[in-house]
Antibody, heavy 116, light 110 residues
Framework: EVQLVESGGGLVQPGGSLRLSCAVSGFTFSGFNMNWVRQAPGKGLEWISFIESTGRTIYYADSVKGRFTISRDNDNNSLYLRMNSLRAEDTAVYYC?????????WGQGTTVTVSS | QSVLTQPPSVSGAPGQRVTISCTGSSSNIGADYGVHWYQQLPGTAPKVLIYANRVRPSGVPDRFSGSKSGTSASLTITGLQAEDEGDYYCQSYDSSLLWVFGGGTKLTVL
């Protein structure tokens, strides 16, 4: 069974940092590009980062560029998102999403709350 | 303000047909990038409903269909059922902004 399981969310103060993880199983992780997509409370979906299967090509949305870092460990079937300088507007559910030409498999999400 | 524009809400009675529009521009839908549709039921993660404009993944009922013309796309649901109630998002690729979503449409089954 294909599974994406996010972890690492929680409550953090403005200006703080957090590292999200996504554990992957059920498919050959190293063969797929991956994304992080977030959803603020009561709002729509926002793509925030992409990493190509080998990790060599990376893109970010302007809203997180310079603050967030995406990475992956193909040996351990894991995707990561390091989030620094967090702001209140970063409060959201963060989804790990497989990119099979489209965003075809989604994790259940992990919640990040930025508040003092 | 989303790059792809969807109506905030649509509604219909059971058995009826509804259509959700997704309007983009020449840098995304009009640039011949494919449009994908996602269904997000309450309290769950989004799932693919339609991809590449009109293709249904296995397991998606044929009540759901997609189309694309010019800088717009549409999702049509026929034979509306109570379990269809949720949020629907279109998504495409933009030559400047990369991966973009519509703002989402809340479907209410009356």
């Amino acid at each position: 069974e294909v599974q994406l399981v996010e972890s690492g969310g929680g409550l953090v103060q403005p200006g703080g940092s957090l590292r999200l993880s996504c554990a992957v199983s059920g498919f050959t992780f190293s063969g797929f590009n991956m994304n992080w997509v977030r959803q603020a409370p009561g709002k729509g979906l926002e793509w925030i980062s992409f990493i190509e299967s080998t990790g060599r090509t990376i893109y970010y949305a302007d809203s997180v560029k310079g603050r967030f870092t995406i990475s992956r460990d193909n040996d351990n079937n894991s995707l990561y998102l390091r989030m620094n300088s967090l702001r209140a507007e970063d409060t959201a559910v963060y989804y790990c999403v497989r990119d099979g030409g489209l965003m075809d498999i989604w994790g259940q999400g992990t919640t990040v709350t930025v508040s003092s | 303000q989303s790059v792809l524009t969807q109506p905030p809400s649509v509604s219909g009675a059971p058995g009826q047909r509804v259509t959700i529009s997704c309007t983009g521009s020449s840098s995304n839908i009009g640039a011949d990038y494919g449009v994908h549709w996602y269904q997000q039921l309450p309290g769950t993660a989004p799932k693919v409903l339609i991809y590449a404009n009109r293709v249904r993944p296995s397991g998606v009922p044929d009540r759901f269909s997609g189309s694309k013309s010019g800088t717009s796309a549409s999702l049509t649901i026929t034979g509306l059922q109570a379990e269809d109630e949720g949020d629907y998002y279109c998504q495409s690729y933009d030559s400047s902004l990369l991966w973009v979503f519509g703002g989402g449409t809340k479907l209410t089954v009356l």
